[in-house]
């Protein structure tokens, strides 16, 4: 280097001049003066490296700066985060959302969330049953109807209601109708044509989508479109019946909770449809990339085709968006177009959901014929296209 800096002419050594020798056989290496007084042009310190050479110059991960080597190169060292798959009290490990959700799962099974009686037949005893959230018994005990000192009242008469949905897990946005049946019956199963105020809640969380209460409500069975209040997540959804004997002004109520999963499913592309069309197609030696992005929770598939033959697939379990690509050889493939399909499959529960379909056409090079090439989206009767030439 100090060679170089003195093989300069002095009329051309400038504030700012670069300068290119070979540090060693084959090796280039450019410097840059960035002294302020052409009279240190000879001191080494004046001159730094000019340009990167495809190096790092600096690096700082968390307040530290890291130090590069002569290549360019960070090491740096990234602990591996155990994530466990059940809960432990000696552990302080993260631990996965399923297991959370498992725990939550049972002690809600557990957890009182009402309470009904029930005159027998004969008449001669009350059922008192505790069930939790979704309506199961928990617990239950039989005692003598119209026993004194407890004040207690047991009716001869209750109130007979039912709800369910068509589908308890959905993709997001799918449709889902709820179902509900509602009856006033007295001890001998008759109905009383007692009508009913029914209310209908739907909430995800602390927030309420949808809550109305129809007044008037006589015996039969209901439909109701919850689709578009539904959100991703579990959502709640509560069929509230309660009457009032028009004589006695004693007021009854019975409640259902049916529970709706919504997940989501999506799959994107950002391939470029006319990459492979501008220069007449692929030729056999290329390996084509095709990216994705595929959107859930749990474990998804994402399934790619060429004329309807499977060629590839990629399983992603981690949840969130996550962006992966297959690599497609034109080798073996015959000359013209061909149509490539892309999908993702996800287990939720005991279904199988699919994402939209993304279609689109390729030119294997070798023809001489026009090409149209077509990009299709297809989700729920929607299509989405985008056309080159």
């Not at 946005?173 to 509900?180: M, P, R, S, W």
């Amino acid at each position: 280097m100090a060679t170089a800096i003195k093989a300069v002419e002095e009329k051309k050594r400038v504030r700012g001049c670069c300068i290119t020798f070979e540090e060693s056989q084959g090796k280039w290496r450019t410097k840059q003066f960035i002294g302020t007084n052409i009279d240190s042009w000879a001191q080494e310190a004046s001159w730094e490296d000019f340009g990167g050479a495809g190096t790092i110059k600096s690096l700082t991960v968390n307040g530290r700066k890291q130090t590069a080597d002569a290549e360019g190169n960070v090491s740096l060292t990234i602990d591996n985060i155990d994530v466990d798959e059940s809960l432990d009290a000696d552990s302080s490990n993260p631990v996965q959302n399923k297991a959370v959700a498992t725990k939550l799962s049972e002690v809600e099974a557990g957890t009182v969330f009402g309470m009904t009686a029930e005159l027998s037949d004969d008449a001669n005893t009350v059922r008192l049953a505790l069930t939790n959230k979704s309506g199961t018994e928990i617990a239950s005990a039989d005692i003598p109807a119209g026993g004194g000192g407890g004040g207690g009242d047991s009716s001869a008469t209750k109130i007979v209601l039912t709800a369910g949905v068509d589908k308890t897990t959905i993709k997001e946005g799918d449709v889902v109708k709820l179902t509900y049946t509602y009856d006033h019956r007295n001890t001998d199963g008759e109905s009383t044509g007692q009508k009913a105020a029914i209310q209908i809640m739907v909430k995800r969380g602390a927030t309420t989508t949808y809550n109305e209460t129809v007044k008037e409500t006589g015996k039969g069975t209901y439909t109701l479109d919850l689709t578009k209040y539904l959100l991703l997540g579990t959502n709640d959804i509560y069929v509230i019946a309660t009457t009032t004997d028009p004589t006695t002004g004693k007021a009854q109520r019975k409640q259902c909770y049916v529970p709706v999963k919504s997940v989501t499913l999506s799959l994107s592309t950002g391939y470029n449809l006319a990459s492979g069309l501008s220069s007449g197609g692929y030729s056999s030696s290329e390996m084509v990339s095709v990216p994705f992005s595929v959107s859930g929770s749990g474990t998804k598939t994402v399934f790619l085709y060429v004329d309807g033959t499977q060629r590839n697939t990629e399983t992603i379990t981690r949840s969130g968006t996550t962006n992966g690509s297959f690599n497609l050889s034109m080798s073996g493939l015959s000359v013209g177009r061909h149509t490539v399909q892309m999908v993702a499959e996800m287990e939720a529960d005991t279904l199988t959901l699919k994402s939209e379909s993304i279609y689109f056409d390729f030119l294997k090079a070798g023809g001489n014929s026009p090409f149209i090439g077509l990009m299709i989206t297809h989700q729920t009767a929607e299509y989405r296209r985008q056309g080159n030439i």
